[in-house]
């Protein structure tokens, strides 16, 4: 009896061990998944996701979902598990009795699950999740997209969401933009330094940002990417990183539109149509835009010149009037005759014409000097432009990937320019109202060739590798001849010394190879770009050639690491190039001001930049912010040095300085107050040490410049009133000091016509005080210099859609950016 009840007793244990020799011999897999929206099948980035007991619902194991929503969790045993989904803003999921098994052939939210990726891996499949009623509620009231969208490689702009954006241009739309500085001329600069790519579409731009961005009316943009720190990928051009325009490219299935118009004083008109008709194969899609636009201008100078114990004074006083008409033209097509092959055509053509009128009073004294006259010009300028690219994707059941793609592009300018000067005072000369005409002229062609081959292979939870070769061919030819009538009669005569005819040429052979891999909540992108680059550049005027070829390697490290779902580091580190641009290379003057000349440096070497950044980003409900750490170590650095000659002549050309050390600050902040008010504000400081002293010791060498951007919106019912504007306070660069600027704009916009159509009205520059103005210093001068744009202005806009607009075909990974462009071109 006794050893009855001692197996009676024991039989529990008996079984408890049993069940735990079980437990221990169940095969252990790699669970596979992904998790989307519902709404848009767009992923989810830093999903959790947890495997739960069935009996008591007690944690299992578990994971986060990466960028693209996508989880992989090793070591969970085989067997039934109730799987737990969940996300900021979304609705809780609960699959019960989920089976870990090879064998696994059901379907999750319609998509075959259960496909075995390897001897140890399970993929579940795809899990949808919906947004949950307050969160809907809130899409209600704000944009479909948010204004700004943080990646861990860049900042992307919906500029679509920023009415106070509308009815400009896109040289307006950039000042708007965190950390992105716009001159006087329109040139970028992105954390304080002008050395950025711009891309549009994924690929180089072949134009000046200036000729670009003030012939593009911002109705034609559907958002803009930031990438400060790019990998191997992509091309090292552009030493404070690419900045790529993503135009508008209607994603609806059947026939859709969008006319969009804007009107305005001073002059602004603008009109865009946008054209699409998508089927299941084939897209074909045009647009058109036409811009118009007038402005005034005045600038103010004042330059002292201090030689044998005497001073040269100059005084400048300027106005004038400035009006730019274009029209763009784009078209093309995508084909796509299954889901493993795709193939694009596009085509853009852009004419434009641009008008200038100015005078120029000129007042020059010194101890027994005086001279007073005025300069008038009158210039145009006949500029087209035109571009074919073609390009296609490829992928192979082994998981083999191929993006290839060609691209030509031509842009012409024909400039010329007539100045009349007259002789008001002369105590020099001794006479009164001598008047001389001068006419200037050149012609410009700019031609370029691209091509590119790049393969991936693989994902980055079990390890992607890519691999491409590019090569870029490019010439520029410039010819200017000027004539000089002393006579008024019209008899001119040339003027030998200010003829010349320039060419560059260039070409760059790349290839590239990078390879990431996600370790958990660890991911890593490690990567090297080799490069051949032949120069040569020729002065026709004397026969003079300046060659230069060279090899570079530039290696690339991207680290991330994801706190919770909420929030993650990165690091990351690059070397990248500027290459000497043609106006920094042609040594020949550029005369449109006889006191302030402009001339480049055949001798120019490219400059070398070592690049290391550190990030942290939060997103939580309603917020989201980010700040970077950043240093650049640039060698080689090109600099504009000024110098001044006894007759007060100020020369700018480029030199090479030893170099300079940038330590930065950046941060973004964004927050949605209520359900119908939100606000951004954001900010770059940085130091600059620049080591000048193979030049000379008048630089400044210490440097400390900052730029803070907000934009807030109040929104309700489909109305939607905000303010935006930007800041840059005052601070030495190098040979001076830049005085503060700052602008403000205020819009409105309302839904008209049964919420087809939008109504946006828009006051820039609401106190006027966008201005320009910089104070410069060296051993034997000083100088003052302050330009006003007419940048105040009231523009009233009206966006009409047209078409089937419930039936749009989302794609998953969002917009085509910098992301899609695989590389680009260089």
Known sequence: MKNYLFLILLFPALLLAQGKNKEKMRPEFTVIGSVIDSINTNGLSFATVSFLNVDNDALVTGGICDEMGAFTIEKVRGGSYNLLIEYIGYEPRIIKNLKVRPSRKTQVDGVPGGTAAGDNSVNIGEFKLLKSIEQLQEIELIEEKSLIVQGIDRKIFNVGQDITSTGGSAIELMEKLPSVQVDMDGNLSLRGSDQVRLYVDGKPSMLSSSELLETMPSSMIESVELITNPSAKFSPEG??????????????????????????????????????????????????????????FISDSEKHTYFNGDTFNLYQEKWGNNSRASHTFKGGLDYTPNETTSLSVQGKYAPSIRSKMDTVNYREDTVDYENEFDRLTDSETIQNSWDIDVSGKKDWANGLHLDFGVNKSQNTK?????????????????????????ELSNVREDNQFEAKLDFSFGKEDSGKFEWGLSSRSRSIDQDQFSQTDSTLLGAFSPDSGLINHFIYQDEVYA?????????????????????????????????????????????????????????????????????????????????????????????????????????????????????????????????????????????????NLNGSLDLGIEFMWSKQLTKTFNFMISSNIYHSQMDASNLTDEYDESTLRMSSNFNTAYKKNGHKLQLSGWVMPGGS??????????????????????????????????????????????????????????????????SYNFGDQSNNRSRRGGSRGVGDMDGGFF
């Open 511 to 655: 290839a590239f190879a990078t390879y990431a891999k996600s370790y958990g909540v660890f991911s890593l992108q490690a990567g090297l770009r080799a490069e051949q680059v032949n120069t040569l550049s020729e002065l026709r005027n004397d026969s003079s050639t300046f060659k230069l070829d060279y090899f570079e390697l530039y290696p690339s490290l991207h680290l991330s690491y994801k706190l919770d779902e909420t929030a993650s580091l990165q690091a990351s580190y690059s070397r990248r190039v500027n290459r000497p641009g043609f106006y920094s290379l042609n040594p020949f003057p550029e005369y449109s001001d006889p006191y302030n000349l402009r001339m480049g440096n055949p001798y120019l070497k490219p400059e070398f930049i070592n690049s290391v950044e550190l990030g942290y980003q939060k997103f939580a409900k309603g917020t989201t912010f980010s700040t970077s750490v950043y240093a650049k170590d640039l060698n080689n650095m090109q600099r504009r040095f000024i110098t001044v000659d006894s007759n007060s002549v100020s020369t700018v050309n480029y030199r």
């Open 414 to 438: 024909d400039n010329s320019n007539l100045y009349t000067d007259t002789i008001l005072n002369s105590i020099d000369l001794g006479f009164d109202g001598y008047t001389f005409i001068q």
């Open 239 to 296: 030493m404070a990183g690419i900045i790529n325009i993503v135009l508008k490219k209607n994603k609806q299935a059947g026939f859709n539109g969008n006319l969009s118009a804007t009107a305005g004083y001073p002059l602004r008109t603008n009109f865009t149509s946008l054209l699409n008709r998508r089927t299941e194969k084939l897209n074909i899609f045009g647009s058109y835009s036409y811009m118009n636009r007038e402005n005034g």
């Open 733 to 798: 660069v190098g040979q001076g000091t830049m005085r503060t600027m700052f602008s403000t704009d205020l819009a409105y916009s309302g839904p008209i016509f049964s919420n087809k159509a939008k109504f946006t009205i828009k006051i820039s520059d609401l106190f006027n005080t966008r201005g320009f103005g910089i104070d410069t210093q060296g051993a034997s001068f000083d100088q003052s210099f302050w330009y006003k744009r007419q940048t105040q202005s009231i523009n009233v806009s009206l």
